[in-house]
């Protein structure tokens, strides 16, 4: 019989959610301060403040996401540790050993950068290395395999070591096979679709044009009609609208990996480049 524990969520959502807050409400308030500087130094300063604000929300937000479906499952057969899109199975014959870090002669090196419901990666030790699949520090629980360890984080440590020690002593009928699942499969799956690489390149390209053509016509073009406000858009609200194009196509491009994942969302990943490569379409209509 299958048990599944989770790690503790509550405090890792928050921070991620907090997280996400700021650098969107950072991002928001370099856009409109963008808006109204002139080209120069106050427009670069306000767009590398967008930057800046903008690029750790991907991160944070699939953090979030591999935090909230994060699960360790134990069964005779063996675990499977599932973080987001990265997911281990682990049959019961390939563990070594199982047990607290606390009975460990030396504390294990803890990743680079890490922080409350984001203790993940992977760090290389002396004839082996070491995967971190946990939402906090401390404590955590080791297993064992050939030439690797992996640190996870259950809510209850001692009941997991517990239910462990049941499932080994029930026996396996038919083991799991061992199995690796990066999240860089996306991409694969993504490469391999003729359409979907078809729609994306064209999607980065037109942005990348259009970017490239205003970059270095904005300085000589007067402005454009603006029918909901007197006057024309100024230089910089024409560069300012072309980079959150490019930002859109980013967003887009992100989220229809994740949909791509599943034959049944597929058509919502096509919609969602799509959809960039129309808006840049009509920004050079409208340009």
Known sequence: MDTIFTPPKQRGLIFHLFAMFVFVTGSILSILQANRAEVGTSFALALMGLLVCVLPIPTFAYRAYALLRASYQLSPEGIRLNWGLRNEEIPIEKILWLSSETQLERPLPLPWLRWPGGVIGMRRLRGG??????????????????????????????????????????????????????????VGNVWASRPARTIIFAGLLLSMALLLWI?????????????????????????LLTIVNTLFFLINFLLGLLFFRHPQSQPLAYLL???SVLASLLFFGAF
Request: charged residues 10%; proline residues 14%.
């Open 215 to 239: 970059t270095l016509t904005a300085p000589t073009t007067p402005g454009i009609p603006n029918p909901n406000v007197p006057g024309p858009f100024a230089q910089t609200q024409l560069l």
């Open 273 to 275: 480049w799509g959809a």
């Open 129 to 186: 290395e070491v995967e971190y699949m946990a939402a906090h520090s401390h404590p955590l629980i080791i297993i064992a395999t050939p030439g690797k360890m992996y640190a996870i984080s259950p809510e209850n440590p001692e009941a997991f070591l517990q239910t462990f020690q049941r499932q080994a002593e029930t026996g396996a009928l038919t083991p799991i096979s061992s199995r690796s699942i990066y999240p860089n499969f996306l």
